[in-house]
């Protein structure tokens, strides 16, 4: 399809509980990117895929979060042992930069709470 | 300070008025992105620069790489126009993330 799907919109966790949060890249796009948004305006990197590799793990707090992108499946993005600070929006977007193409495409989100 | 840096943080206008958004950063970058985030939280992709300018109906969008800045116009902006504006940039390593200002807050009354 033309959009990144995310799911779910909204997710609420009691502190010490796993989430896991899926994305659906646009079919033909070779990269995915997590980012997550706290507060309004502050965006971090967490995890980028080229297809199933990991290509930039810079961004991503190693003790508990992990994430995946396996072939004919939705990526995901799962946190153990969810913190009261791990609520924030997570953006999943997708991407085939060859150049001259315009190809970063944002999901919708999920919300996560933890509560 | 942060490499991506916009300008105004807030912004207030009135419908019909031309608006500009400016976006400075301080890294060498592969390409600069516009976004658009609308109350809802959804972000949509407006531009995509590595030079020069694009335009999009009435939003038009220019970078100078020498000067490291890049501004977003909007003309005859319309109150359906308010939404956060981000510029994010993406650097020159071939690693493609995105780098985000803080946003600017665009509210056109009518």
């Known amino acids: 399809g033309e959009e990144v799907a995310q799911t779910p919109k909204h997710l609420v966790r009691g502190e010490g509980q796993k989430a896991k949060l899926y994305c659906a890249p646009i079919?033909?796009?070779?990269?995915v990117f997590w980012y997550q948004q706290v507060l309004k305006n502050e965006f971090k990197f967490l995890i980028s895929?080229?297809?199933?590799?990991?290509?930039?793990e810079t961004g991503m707090p190693k003790e508990r979060f992990s994430a995946k992108c396996l072939p004919n499946s939705p990526c995901s993005l799962e946190i153990q042992a969810t913190k009261l600070e791990d609520s924030a929006v997570y953006f999943c977007?997708?991407?085939?930069?060859?150049?001259?193409?315009?190809?970063?495409?944002f999901g919708s989100g999920t919300r996560l709470t933890v509560v | 300070k942060n490499e991506v840096e916009q300008s105004p943080q807030n912004l207030t206008a009135q419908e019909g008025e031309f608006i500009t958004i400016n976006c400075s950063y301080s890294?060498?970058?592969?390409?600069l992105h516009w976004l658009q985030q609308h109350p809802g939280g959804g972000i949509v992709s407006l531009f995509m620069?590595?030079?020069g300018k694009k335009k999009h109906g009435r939003l038009i969008a220019t970078i100078n790489i020498q000067e490291k800045h890049s501004s977003l116009h909007i003309t005859a902006s319309h109150p359906r126009d308010s939404a956060v504006y981000i510029c994010?940039?993406?650097?020159?390593?071939?690693?493609?993330?995105?780098?985000f200002g803080q946003g600017t807050r665009l509210t056109i009354n009518p």
């Open positions: 977007a997708s991407s085939q930069l060859s150049r001259g193409l315009d190809g970063y495409t």
């Open positions: 079919k033909g796009h070779s990269y």
């Open positions: 895929f080229q297809n199933e590799n990991v290509f930039d």
């Open positions: 890294v060498g970058i592969s390409a």
């Open positions: 620069l590595s030079s």
């Open positions: 994010a940039v993406m650097g020159i390593q071939g690693a493609q993330k995105l780098v």
